[in-house]
T-cell receptor, first 116, second 111 residues
Framework: GAVVSQHPSWVICKSGTSVKIECRSL??????MFWYRQFPKQSLMLMAT?????????EQGVEKDKFLINHASLTLSTLTVTSAHPEDSSFYIC????????????FGSGTRLTVV | QKEVEQNSGPLSVPEGAIASLNCTYS??????FFWYRQYSGKSPELIMS????GDKEDGRFTAQLNKASQYVSLLIRDSQPSDSATYLC???????????FGQGTILTVHP
């Protein structure tokens, strides 16, 4: 089955610093990667969609200069939260998809970000 | 606005009972539907996927899709305390684009 590895699983950072979250598809090529954010007791909110080798498409209201997404290879996508603030504290989850495979959408294990 | 709505929760059922989770969607172009289970602090895990009208069974889980009524449901038979979690319904577009998630239904199975 498809496995997506997400790191780190949790991170605490100071306000104003940047944090990078990595998402790797271990046994398949992820043609598309989705990045979600989930606040406590809320559902998943899609932040952006990225296809390998092209710029990410951000959802309305998501600042692309603050949440930098790179999908440079078919197995790796990164989300960098720049100049983090306490309101960015959330659970960030990636989801990988390959249109040619019957794996559906495979989620990473998530990253709990706390900005202090 | 493409929306996925889940029936209001939380839902509490006794152990061994059938839990019924429901979901409606507004985008008639949606072709793929998924049920995910999410434990507190964890990432969602896929329970069932369904693409065609009718029922799909996998162990204790049965997903039902009715495209005419734009309705998706998940039945959990012989509910166990370990089934206690938040269940998320999600719908996908015709080209397997982004998923739209419902707000989730909290299920509690009490012994």
């Amino acid at each position: 089955g498809a496995v997506v590895s997400q790191h780190p699983s949790w991170v605490i950072c100071k306000s104003g610093t940047s944090v990078k979250i990595e998402c790797r598809s271990l046994d398949f090529q992820a043609t598309t990667m989705f990045w979600y954010r989930q606040f406590p007791k809320q559902s998943l909110m899609l932040m952006a969609t990225s296809n390998e080798g092209s710029k990410a498409t951000y959802e309305q209201g998501v600042e692309k200069d603050k949440f930098l997404i790179n999908h440079a290879s078919l197995t790796l996508s990164t989300l960098t939260v720049t100049s983090a603030h306490p309101e960015d504290s959330s659970f960030y989850i990636c989801s990988a998809f390959n249109r040619a495979l019957n794996y559906g959408y495979t989620f990473g294990s998530g990253t709990r970000l706390t900005v202090v | 606005q493409k929306e996925v709505e889940q029936n209001s929760g939380p839902l509490s059922v006794p152990e061994g009972a059938i839990a019924s989770l429901n979901c409606t969607y507004s985008d008639r172009g949606s072709q793929s539907f998924f049920w995910y289970r999410q434990y507190s602090g964890k990432s969602p895990e896929l329970i069932m996927s369904i693409y065609s009208n009718g029922d799909k069974e996998d162990g204790r889980f049965t997903a039902q899709l009715n495209k005419a009524s734009q309705y998706v449901s998940l039945l959990i038979r012989d509910s166990q305390p370990s089934d206690s979690a938040t269940y998320l319904c999600a719908g996908g577009g015709t080209s397997y684009g982004k998923l739209t998630f419902g707000q989730g239904t909290i299920l509690t199975v009490h012994p």
